[in-house]
C-alpha cells in the first residue's frame, strides 16, 4: 500500500506562486510516475503534469511555461512549482503515484484557490 500527503495549497493572487509538496510512503517501487491532476469546480479531473522516476515530464499545455514539476527520489517526494497563477487554475490538486505495473494512488488532494 502507499500513501500520499499534498501539502502547500492555499489562496494566492492572479500572478502570484504557490508550491505543492507529496510525500508518498509506504512499498514504493523505484520505478514509478509521479504527477499532480487537477480538478476545477464542475469538470473533470485532469492532468497537470507528471515525471517519471528518471525525470520525464509532462505538462498540460494549459501550464507550460508556468508550471514546474520535480521529485527527490531519495525522499519518495514530487513538487510542483506554480508560478503565473490564473484564476482559472483554482482547483484541488490531487497527487498521485503510478507504479511500474499500472497501480495508482491518490492523494486526498489539496485545494488552490487564485483570487483577487
Known amino acids: 500500500q502507499v500513501q500520499l500527503v499534498e501539502s502547500g495549497g492555499g489562496l494566492v493572487q492572479p500572478g502570484g506562486s504557490l508550491r505543492l509538496s507529496c510525500a508518498a510512503s509506504g512499498s514504493i517501487s523505484s520505478l514509478n510516475t509521479m504527477g499532480w491532476y487537477r480538478q476545477a469546480p464542475g469538470k473533470e479531473r485532469e492532468l497537470a503534469a507528471s515525471i517519471t522516476s528518471g525525470g520525464t515530464t509532462t505538462y498540460a499545455d494549459s501550464v507550460k511555461g508556468r508550471f514546474t514539476i520535480s521529485r527527490d527520489n531519495a525522499k519518495n517526494t514530487v513538487y510542483l512549482q506554480m508560478n503565473s497563477l490564473k484564476p482559472e487554475d483554482t482547483a484541488v490538486y490531487y497527487c498521485?503515484?503510478?507504479?511500474?505495473?499500472?497501480?495508482?494512488?491518490w492523494g486526498k488532494g489539496t485545494l488552490v484557490t487564485v483570487s483577487s
Open positions: 498521485t503515484l503510478r507504479t511500474f505495473n499500472g497501480m495508482r494512488y
